[in-house]
């Protein structure tokens, strides 16, 4: 336990290096000249046949080769993809796209403040909110992706800004929104445009509310009274790196990291007694969509498509020691492109620890008191992106019981709209502050699972709980109490695009139909319950309904294919969703069978956020969750190895507790000890129940 | 902070102390002679009118008068409910009952098995299923409620005994269940009638699969990898205790329990920036229902109300320290009587921490990378009660934003039945282990809520997330994107009864009309979050239904009046459901408003639960949660004042950093310090995030 070893050549999963950034970039230099922009210069994933081959007999199998992913933007705008391969290294893909726009980096967005700040329309319209010329300065700007205008389509590299004022340098800027939108070319660095609403809304002059200590000592100060809590691990962790291979607690998975997704998992098992099986090739946040509900122009373009648009690597933290994470902490970085061609390091891209994750299991017998308690523990993954105004915090949980739970909290701040004193919202909005309308949204992410339940041949089955169908005095269901699990195959595409149903508890299970559970006789399975599954609001033929076709429904299953990785396309800027790009196209007439083969599980969770005051002018974290479980893939419960803090049986009690296993955490204490006689109980030793019937003391 | 202090007189919210409880068993014995059995001596709560004008002028106004609420069982069967006011004290009430069974205490359930043993046609159905007349103190029986059993009525008082076989003492019964049913009387103290199912089964002879440490030891022992984690407060808690009643980060409630409900929380309130604002009146889970889905009979009898016929106090663990609970604990005792007429103390019978809980809000601005990070806390009230093979740890946690999160954890032992090797389940169970067959089941508890938002005149509303009605491409809704949360007043106890809707992320605000925001000019409001909402599979009509009437809908909302507490009635075991008792004698016709008046919310939720082998022969806890969350109810988010991680401003950075806040935890370490050169990093001071676009390292 407890080694960080690095390994000679990357595993076929990593990330590229800093060394094949810099081999892939010179590369592209060297045949199209220096003056391109490198909008990805990431990891082509190993062609899933190859590495699948060599998985199986690494010493023998050959070695996948390490490829680049380019995207560049070369002279006179024009857009490239390209594939380098490494070791030798030669350009094997060149290819022109014609109206595309691939990611927007952070270089980009970083310019345009600038540029709005000095465009004569927008101080023009900054006046006439309320501010003077010379404090342009104290104008700031988010520039977002445009979604999609009509009025400008694909071909012009976009970006709209939503402009906000500080009157100090140090306020929260999202308390001071300005009414207009100015539209922003990237390719010719200028303000194109300018969406100015037709009734007029003056900046806000109240009284300013921060988040920041100035802002809270001015209020009154911090509350005094938290005392610190300690986490520590004094022996070390419980988990083993190797490179970027993890091994904890029966699991071993391989950690990657690209700029649109932030974190993948890959080649995730578990060793069952021996016998390491197989569950998921790849798992990750492949896109997310936030479409806000306020149906005025121009308000439908704030639909951002974050990963596609923007990426969850791109825009990922580096994180901080007993700050972000507490405990005992294991980071690893994260290597992008420069625009120019240089290498941008984010040190601390992902944490990973443990956590105690309180009672794993526990039975008191009734009769004797005989007990057993066993404490469970957590591996946490994690990392945390901000997309402008808000915050992201994606942990990838896993639970000693095979269990994985992805949780995103949601923090950051509102994105905010300027209102008028008594201005009505009609309910598209709320004021959550005086001056500032902060619109109904969604947060929808789309969850990628290729599963390997024991091999990579799988199937999908929707399970719903239902009522029998026999009626109540009928002899099938005398009393009126059967119910059962329905079970619906998802045998083809079509069929496989399906919605929740929160009053049947549906779930969907990824099964392999060629191997049964030795007891339940059913196949072995992992099964996807998630609660948190609003539809999409936006209706049927809006623009977000085209452009992020995967939030149509929750459930989506495609055939595996390589490179099919982010559902609403490769380039996702600007797509105008006519037609839709990714699921629907790999979907096509639905009638592809996805029954026990390789298959790509899409799942879209999230929610609706209907904003109030509390979540300004900073969020409290909420969070949102799914379970995938394994059921009917072990024969028993898996934790049973897991050491028992505590554990007596009804031989030893009758032995006066001769040979009980007490292995209680001797760390905890009483929080008052010695305090009052009568409220205030001395800790006994361990785990009894129900008390005794005729005294008055308990414990063993 | 750190402090328990115990108050001279109880605070009339309290549970009856045990020289109350004494004093009550003493008038009822002085006049009803000795022979009488006890199966409840507890509080009956202070009326409420009598509450809330003693909590609103403690000094002047008339403290509300102990009473004790007293159910006794006398010679000849004679159920009798009684009141005894204490202080003088008298018998105040004295009433026969008939036809009502009380409460089953853990005294009554214990003598089962004793008769079981020895009465010869329970010995003859053990021999017939393969055992010997000479092992019968091999077998074991769980008696449980009977349900309501046609054949017997209401009058005799009855359980049903599950029959088990333990090779050895030490053997986890529940896989080796028998397939017959004694059914125990327990007037008579004898066995009135066996259901022997017409194919018979014989008992398991599968080696045996145990979680005790010998077993697991037997199988090659306990894993070895798991490193300690400590948690520790060195500077005491953040808590403060005045009896039962506890502070913390501006929450002040009082803990109450209770033989039925265990833990009641009384008299909320939120101390919002000196304001002591109260938010709910009284909190618990008031009742439960675990219909088991196996049409088959006996089987239907199998649907425990748990806490209306048992109790979830009467059931509570004796909690212990580093076991149950990690960190610094704060204990409080249960005090109940003993059918005879003593005291029964259950030590630790509450266990309350804190915790760490991540992050509480995060913000990076994407220009400079100013950031603030603060973490978070909760604090924790919790029990663990035993149903017979099942355990459930109930938690009550409080966050600091204001939200209530109820949680309850699932973990024990499946109930299980026999099944032959090739006997087909009909998808009614699944087996988990050879021979034994577990049955499809829910989980379904009923939240009882007193809300007193502001004050105790509240309404509730039903809010929907819709898409607008008007249609793309129209003015109103051009781009399609509209949606808004579409609220329905529910007006009276009939509009209430509502389900649950997954697809439009239905909630429940409750709320004070009377009180707007003064930013969002919505009403100040508690919304209900809740996702785990199955509804009731037994279907109308059947007998779970008619017994079990709360869980029908998701949400009832009555009218407060006192002791209209738990929702399936009173007296709860053998209710044949007919009428049904509770919340549908409570609503009548449906007609009362429930406006802008005292309300009770009632919210059923939980969960469906298809066994699999991983739950065997001891589940992994599963969690459910759900939320009360303040919306709308205070001005701004109320957790800014909590002191950050770690906050640095646009000055600051453009001062080098100059007056940053750093209060980062000094405890968290590298999991790996030193550790390999290229993939284990170095913590950087704190909190950057994005990368510098020019360079390789970051921090500050
Ligand atoms: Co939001
Ligand atoms: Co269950």
Redesign the interface.
């Given at each position: 336990?407890?080694?960080?070893?690095?390994p000679e050549l990357p595993h076929p999963f990593d990330p590229l290096t800093p060394d094949e950034i810099a081999t892939a970039i010179a590369t592209v230099k060297k045949a199209h000249g220096g003056n391109v922009f490198f909008n990805v210069v990431a990891l082509q994933e190993p062609r899933k046949a190859d590495m699948t081959a060599w998985l199986a007999a690494p010493e023998t199998a050959a070695r996948p080769k390490r490829v680049a992913d380019v995207v560049v933007i070369a002279p006179g705008n024009k857009v490239y993809d390209a594939l380098v391969t490494l070791d030798e290294p030669k350009i094997t893909k060149w290819e022109l796209l014609e109206g595309q726009q691939p990611i927007i980096t952070?270089?980009e967005?970083?310019l345009v403040?600038h540029i709005c700040r000095k465009d004569p329309r927008v101080i023009e319209q900054c006046v006439l909110s309320g501010i003077a010329a010379e404090d342009m300065d104290k104008v700031?700007c988010d520039p977002w992706t445009i979604g999609y205008d009509e009025r400008f389509g694909s071909s012009v590299r976009l970006q709209q800004a939503f402009i906000y004022y500080r009157p100090h340098?140090?306020n929260c800027q999202y308390q001071y929104p300005f009414d207009f939108c100015p539209i922003y070319d990237a390719d010719k660095k200028e303000i194109i445009a300018i969406d100015i609403p037709k009734v007029r809304r003056k900046l806000s002059t109240a009284p300013s509310?921060d988040?920041?200590?100035?802002a809270?000592e001015a209020?009154?100060?911090?509350?005094d009274?938290?005392?610190?809590?300690?986490?520590?691990?004094?022996?070390?962790?419980?988990?083993q790196?190797k490179?970027?291979e993890i091994e904890w607690?029966n699991w071993k998975l391989h950690i990657g990291f690209n700029y649109r997704e932030g974190i993948v998992l890959n080649n995730i098992t578990f060793n069952d007694k021996g016998n390491v099986r197989p569950l998921f090739y790849r798992l990750s946040l492949a896109e997310m969509v936030v479409?806000?509900?306020?149906?005025e122009?121009p308000?439908?373009r704030k639909?951002a498509l974050d990963q596609g648009e923007y990426g969850a690597g791109?825009?990922?933290?580096?994180?901080?020691?007993?700050?972000?994470?507490?405990?005992?902490?294991?980071?690893?970085?994260?290597n992008?492109p420069?625009r120019a061609g240089?290498?941008?390091?984010?040190?601390?891209a992902i944490c990973?620890?443990?956590?105690?994750s309180?009672?794993?299991?526990?039975?008191?017998d009734?009769?004797d008191e005989s007990v057993?308690?066993t404490?469970?523990?957590r591996l946490i993954i994690q990392q945390?992106f901000?997309a402008?105004?808000y915050?992201y915090?994606v942990a990838w949980i896993f639970?000693?019981?095979?269990?994985i739970q992805p949780e995103i909290?949601l923090?950051?701040?509102l994105n905010t709209y300027a209102m008028d004193p008594d201005e009505d919202t009609h309910?598209?909005g709320?004021?959550?502050?005086?001056g500032?309308n902060a619109h109904?949204h969604?947060h929808l992410f789309s969850l990628r699972i290729n599963p390997n339940i024991d091999g990579p041949n799988n199937t999908v089955f929707m399970?719903d709980?239902?009522?029998?169908e026999?009626?109540?005095?009928s002899p099938?269901?005398?009393?009126?109490?059967?119910?059962?699990?329905k079970r619906t195959k998802l045998a083809t595409t079509g069929e496989a695009m399906t919605?929740?149903?929160?009053?049947?508890?549906r779930s969907w299970d990824m099964c392999n139909t060629s191997k049964l559970?030795p007891?339940?006789?059913?196949p072995v399975s992992y099964k996807l319950v998630s609660?948190?599954?609003?539809?999409l609001?936006?209706?049927?033929?809006?623009?977000?309904?085209k452009r992020a076709a995967f939030a149509r429904h929750a459930v989506h299953v495609t055939k595996y294919r390589d490179d099919q990785l982010w559902p609403a396309g490769r380039h996702v800027p600007q797509t105008s969703g006519e037609p839709s790009r990714g699921l629907p196209e790999w979907i096509g007439d639905g009638s592809e069978s996805v029954e026990d083969t390789d298959i790509v599980l899409w799942h879209t969770f999230g929610?609706?956020h209907?904003p109030?005051?509390?979540?300004?002018?900073?969020?409290?974290?909420e969070p949102m969750s799914l379970l995938l479980?394994?059921?009917?893939?072990?024969?028993?419960?898996?934790?049973?190895?897991?050491?028992?803090?505590?554990?007596s049986?009804?031989?030893q009690l009758?032995a006066n507790g001769s040979g009980v296993?007490d292995a209680?955490?001797?760390?905890?204490?009483?929080?008052?000890p010695g305090?009052?006689?009568?409220?205030?109980?001395n800790?006994?030793?361990?785990?009894?129940?129900?008390?005794?019937?005729?005294?008055?003391?308990?414990?063993h």
């Amino acid at each position: 336990m407890g080694s960080a070893v690095a390994p000679e050549l990357p595993h076929p999963f990593d990330p590229l290096t800093p060394d094949e950034i810099a081999t892939a970039i010179a590369t592209v230099k060297k045949a199209h000249g220096g003056n391109v922009f490198f909008n990805v210069v990431a990891l082509q994933e190993p062609r899933k046949a190859d590495m699948t081959a060599w998985l199986a007999a690494p010493e023998t199998a050959a070695r996948p080769k390490r490829v680049a992913d380019v995207v560049v933007i070369a002279p006179g705008n024009k857009v490239y993809d390209a594939l380098v391969t490494l070791d030798e290294p030669k350009i094997t893909k060149w290819e022109l796209l014609e109206g595309q726009q691939p990611i927007i980096t952070m270089e980009e967005l970083q310019l345009v403040e600038h540029i709005c700040r000095k465009d004569p329309r927008v101080i023009e319209q900054c006046v006439l909110s309320g501010i003077a010329a010379e404090d342009m300065d104290k104008v700031f700007c988010d520039p977002w992706t445009i979604g999609y205008d009509e009025r400008f389509g694909s071909s012009v590299r976009l970006q709209q800004a939503f402009i906000y004022y500080r009157p100090h340098i140090d306020n929260c800027q999202y308390q001071y929104p300005f009414d207009f939108c100015p539209i922003y070319d990237a390719d010719k660095k200028e303000i194109i445009a300018i969406d100015i609403p037709k009734v007029r809304r003056k900046l806000s002059t109240a009284p300013s509310i921060d988040y920041h200590p100035a802002a809270v000592e001015a209020r009154g100060g911090y509350r005094d009274n938290l005392k610190p809590i300690n986490i520590s691990q004094p022996e070390g962790v419980s988990f083993q790196v190797k490179g970027r291979e993890i091994e904890w607690q029966n699991w071993k998975l391989h950690i990657g990291f690209n700029y649109r997704e932030g974190i993948v998992l890959n080649n995730i098992t578990f060793n069952d007694k021996g016998n390491v099986r197989p569950l998921f090739y790849r798992l990750s946040l492949a896109e997310m969509v936030v479409p806000y509900g306020n149906p005025e122009h121009p308000h439908q373009r704030k639909h951002a498509l974050d990963q596609g648009e923007y990426g969850a690597g791109y825009m990922t933290n580096s994180l901080s020691l007993g700050c972000d994470c507490k405990g005992s902490i294991h980071y690893i970085d994260a290597n992008f492109p420069t625009r120019a061609g240089g290498l941008r390091t984010i040190k601390n891209a992902i944490c990973i620890h443990e956590e105690d994750s309180g009672i794993l299991f526990k039975h008191t017998d009734f009769r004797d008191e005989s007990v057993i308690v066993t404490r469970g523990r957590r591996l946490i993954i994690q990392q945390i992106f901000t997309a402008a105004n808000y915050e992201y915090v994606v942990a990838w949980i896993f639970h000693q019981d095979g269990t994985i739970q992805p949780e995103i909290k949601l923090t950051g701040i509102l994105n905010t709209y300027a209102m008028d004193p008594d201005e009505d919202t009609h309910g598209w909005g709320t004021q959550v502050y005086t001056g500032v309308n902060a619109h109904n949204h969604q947060h929808l992410f789309s969850l990628r699972i290729n599963p390997n339940i024991d091999g990579p041949n799988n199937t999908v089955f929707m399970a719903d709980a239902v009522p029998s169908e026999a009626p109540v005095g009928s002899p099938e269901n005398f009393y009126g109490n059967g119910f059962y699990a329905k079970r619906t195959k998802l045998a083809t595409t079509g069929e496989a695009m399906t919605e929740y149903n929160g009053a049947t508890s549906r779930s969907w299970d990824m099964c392999n139909t060629s191997k049964l559970n030795p007891f339940s006789r059913k196949p072995v399975s992992y099964k996807l319950v998630s609660r948190e599954v609003p539809g999409l609001l936006p209706k049927e033929g809006s623009l977000v309904w085209k452009r992020a076709a995967f939030a149509r429904h929750a459930v989506h299953v495609t055939k595996y294919r390589d490179d099919q990785l982010w559902p609403a396309g490769r380039h996702v800027p600007q797509t105008s969703g006519e037609p839709s790009r990714g699921l629907p196209e790999w979907i096509g007439d639905g009638s592809e069978s996805v029954e026990d083969t390789d298959i790509v599980l899409w799942h879209t969770f999230g929610l609706t956020h209907f904003p109030a005051p509390e979540d300004f002018p900073v969020m409290p974290a909420e969070p949102m969750s799914l379970l995938l479980r394994p059921r009917n893939f072990f024969s028993s419960n898996p934790v049973l190895d897991v050491p028992p803090s505590y554990s007596s049986t009804p031989s030893q009690l009758l032995a006066n507790g001769s040979g009980v296993l007490d292995a209680t955490d001797k760390i905890s204490k009483l929080a008052f000890p010695g305090g009052s006689e009568d409220s205030v109980s001395n800790g006994t030793s361990c785990c009894a129940t129900n008390g005794n019937v005729n005294g008055t003391a308990n414990g063993h």
